[in-house]
């Protein structure tokens, strides 16, 4: 094999860590990268936005716990790119994020294009870093992938001058070394396994650090040992199936809900891989009276109102298994947590045969539910219909509802489904998102015409931002600056050589989902949708008073 220049060896690097996609746009400033790949066993997934190639590197990263990789050129580029990282780097997402970049010789002058890019991607990585020198690139590279998939997993960036890719440089890949499992002491456990023994009334909160540890069967089997109920934070769903009696499905929304009581009465909340940046204990803790024992791989950030009598850090399945052999518990969930679960059915159900149109965001839900399989992924974007999604739209699996929440992006829902089914062709994807968040990224539905990636997008349309609307009206009383119009969708899809679907009444939403799941291109359903759901719950909660617990 001959000489390498530093773009060919950073891809060599990429081969070694088992990089599969690499979603980009081409440029001026990353071109030896792009020649560098044209022999490369890695596919090079040419987007049509970069900020939608690092949302697919984003959801690629959550789901299969292997850093997602983006390519941009400088300036503009990377400028686009990173609210894609930031939102990876926020929800623990791993992502390695490349940038061209000018030549060294013209850093030090005022240079077209020229932003000081590690110091720009700063505030939003995990760790960023430039090459300087060729021989430095295999360092760089493991050092990336090694920082983005450890715990708490998040995004790097490498940022690589045009002048230094195309210099020759002699070196090779390093090798991959093996994570090996830490374990939580035998002190926390114990002191954990004594708290969880003497509560009267304890409560489990499972996070998203649940699921990259691949501990939802753990969890299932303590909680069913202990007697415990469990909610979910939204990136927990499916960690404990949404069927299980114990399951009190999800907590995080800014208003109060029926789970909110849950929290005002246990006397010890077990939050096990939760990330703080899910749903603030400011929310559900806001005095720090409430008890907490922390389980997770790391340990707890600090805040006022989440504040562990014990905190259990290693791998959270044995942690978890640990407890269970040293607590003593035979206590059942009080009669309350029996009918709460009872009220959050009838609520859910409440919607299901609802004749409305514009459909309600709930019955739209529901009927999205009773399409999928429990394999099957929703990616949701961010807008009303993601507070609605979070609420209604339960999971038997972990990773089978994806929500953007600690940076809560618009724009993910489209990139991020393609990502999905990428991943695994064998599932049915669905893009859920507003008209507006859809508007962001749609131009990526071409690229997924062009890859290959049939999954249907449904839009809960209502001519405006709805959440902002919701917002307002609470606020204020009324809304401003929120409407706007929209293109046909049914014919914009058509023109991109996709197949488009209007639902014209509640009874069409089921048979045109199945239709559409079938098609062997991208499709796009336009769902009218009534958010004068939104006030009517933000009534209810103002109304909440907890009687089940009285």
Not at 145 to 157: D, N, T, Y
Not at 186 to 196: E, K, P
Not at 394 to 412: E, K, L, Q, V, Y
Not at 513 to 535: F, G, H, M, S, W
């Amino acid at each position: 094999m001959g000489e390498l220049n530093t773009a060919e060896l950073l891809v060599k690097c990429l081969e070694n860590e088992g990089v599969e996609y690499v979603f980009g746009l081409p440029g001026e400033e990353n071109l030896h990268i792009l020649e560098a790949l044209k022999d490369s066993s890695i596919k090079f997934i040419t987007t049509r936005h970069e900020q939608g190639a690092a949302f697919m590197a984003d959801v690629y990263g959550r789901l299969t716990g292997k850093a997602g990789v983006c390519l941009s050129t400088l300036g503009p580029g990377a400028t686009n790119l990173m609210t894609g990282v930031a939102d990876a780097n926020l929800d623990g997402a791993p992502l390695v994020a490349i940038t061209g970049q000018v030549g060294t010789d013209r850093m030090h002058i005022e240079s077209h294009q020229y932003l000081d890019l590690v110091a720009m991607f700063a505030p939003v990585t995990k760790w960023n870093t430039q090459i300087v020198r060729p021989s430095n690139t295999p360092e760089i590279v493991r050092k990336a992938f090694k920082i983005a998939q450890s715990e708490k997993p998040g995004a790097v960036h490498i940022d690589l001058p045009e002048n230094i890719a195309a210099m020759p440089v002699a070196g090779k890949a390093l090798n991959k070394d093996t994570r090996e499992k830490s374990y939580a002491s035998f002190r926390s456990v114990n002191a954990a396994a004594v708290a969880i023994s003497k509560a009267k009334n304890p409560l489990i909160l499972v996070g998203n650090g649940a699921i990259r540890a691949n501990a939802s069967e753990a969890l299932t089997e303590f909680a069913t040992a202990m007697n415990i109920p469990v909610v979910n934070s939204f990136m927990g769903k499916g960690v404990i199936p949404y069927t299980h009696p114990l399951s009190l499905w999800t907590v995080g929304l800014q208003q109060r809900d029926h789970i909110s009581c849950a929290f005002d009465q246990t006397d010890l909340v077990i939050a096990v891989g939760y990330d703080l940046i899910e749903y603030s204990p400011k929310k559900w803790n806001p005095e720090g009276k409430i008890p907490i024992i922390h389980i997770g791989a790391a340990p707890a950030e600090i805040d006022s109102s989440y504040i562990p009598l014990a905190e259990v850090v290693g791998d959270i399945s044995d942690s978890l298994n640990e407890i269970v052999k040293r607590a003593d518990r035979e206590g059942k969930p009080t009669p309350a947590f029996a009918n709460l679960r009872i009220e959050l059915r009838e609520d859910y159900e409440h919607y299901a045969n609802d004749d409305g149109f514009p459909i309600k965001p709930q019955k739209l839900i529901h009927d999205l539910r009773q399409v999928m399989r429990p394999e099957d992924i929703v990616i949701s974007d961010v807008g009303a219909h993601k507070m609605w999604m979070a609420r209604h739209y339960h999971c038997d699996r972990p990773n089978t509802c994806i929500i953007s929440n600690g940076f809560a992006a618009m724009g993910i829902a489209i990139p991020g489904a393609l990502a999905a089914k990428l991943v695994d062709p064998s599932k049915k994807v669905v893009a859920v998102t507003g008209d507006g968040g859809f508007m962001m990224n749609c131009q990526e539905l071409e690229t997924a015409l062009r890859v290959g990636t049939p999954f249907v997008t449904l839009i809960f349309n209502d001519n405006g931002y709805g959440l902002i609307s919701w917002k307002q009206i609470n606020q204020f009383g009324q809304s401003a600056f929120v409407d706007f119009g929209n293109p046909d969708f049914v014919k914009f899809a058509e023109s991109m050589g996709l197949k488009g679907y209007r639902v014209e009444s509640a009874f069409d939403l089921i048979p045109t989902l199945k239709t559409a799941l079938e098609q062997d291109v991208p499709t796009v359903i336009d769902c009218p949708v009534d958010y004068r759901e939104n006030l009517r719950f933000s009534q209810k909660a103002g109304d909440l008073s907890c009687k089940l617990w009285e």
